[in-house]
């Protein structure tokens, strides 16, 4: 019996064994600009997350391909440059400003303005409730509060 526990659970930890990416490289810069690349490319398939953080097989294959291109001897501008025309400027984890890319550096700066434009109008329509009410008004509030508390 416990042999077979032993075959079950080996099944499940087969599963569980992760990869490992080991990269050799012949100078300290390229491994480097190796890990700053693959900090600043964001992977396209994840959210929010660098292809340096992120398991997905794209991913995997923008890293290898960084690798690959310096290696080559390609310069970072280079592979920056190749990234860009082949996946638009959303690939790069902090987009270069230029009028292209201005909504995506403006547009939450923009949404805030916006909002606070609308509550502003929303709020100076609503002022009208600091009203004081009238002596007839009163008098008449007075009373319909007595005959409730009557009833």
Same mark, same amino acid.
């Given at each position: 019996?416990?042999? &077979?526990?032993?075959? !079950?659970?080996?099944?499940?930890?087969?599963q569980?064994q992760?990869?490992?990416e080991?990269?050799?490289?012949?100078?300290?810069?390229? @491994?480097?600009?190796?890990?700053?690349?693959?900090?600043?490319?964001?992977?396209?398939?994840?959210?929010?997350?660098?292809?340096?953080?992120?398991?997905?097989? &794209?991913? %995997?294959?923008?890293?290898?391909?960084?690798?690959e291109?310096?290696?080559?001897?390609?310069?970072?501008?280079?592979?920056?440059?190749?990234?860009?025309?082949?996946?638009? $400027?959303?690939?790069?984890? %902090?987009?270069?400003?230029?009028?292209?890319?201005?909504?995506?550096?403006?547009?939450?700066? &923009?949404?805030?303005?916006?909002?606070?434009?609308?509550?502003?109008?929303?709020?100076?329509?609503?002022? *009208? *409730?600091? @009203?004081?009410?009238?002596?007839?008004?009163?008098? %008449?509030?007075? *009373? !319909?509060? @007595? %005959?409730? $508390?009557?009833?």
């Amino acid at each position: 019996m416990k042999t &077979l526990y032993a075959l !079950i659970l080996s099944l499940f930890t087969y599963q569980a064994q992760a990869e490992i990416e080991y990269r050799d490289f012949k100078q300290p810069e390229q @491994e480097q600009a190796y890990q700053t690349l693959i900090s600043e490319l964001r992977c396209l398939v994840c959210q929010n997350q660098t292809i340096a953080d992120s398991n997905a097989d &794209l991913a %995997k294959d923008l890293r290898r391909q960084v690798y690959e291109m310096l290696q080559q001897g390609k310069s970072r501008q280079d592979i920056v440059d190749f990234m860009t025309d082949r996946y638009g $400027d959303f690939v790069m984890y %902090k987009p270069a400003l230029k009028l292209k890319t201005m909504l995506l550096w403006l547009g939450p700066v &923009l949404f805030l303005v916006v909002g606070l434009a609308t509550v502003w109008v929303l709020r100076s329509k609503t002022g *009208s *409730s600091d @009203e004081q009410l009238t002596k007839e008004q009163q008098a %008449k509030l007075n *009373s !319909i509060l @007595e %005959k409730g $508390d009557d009833a």
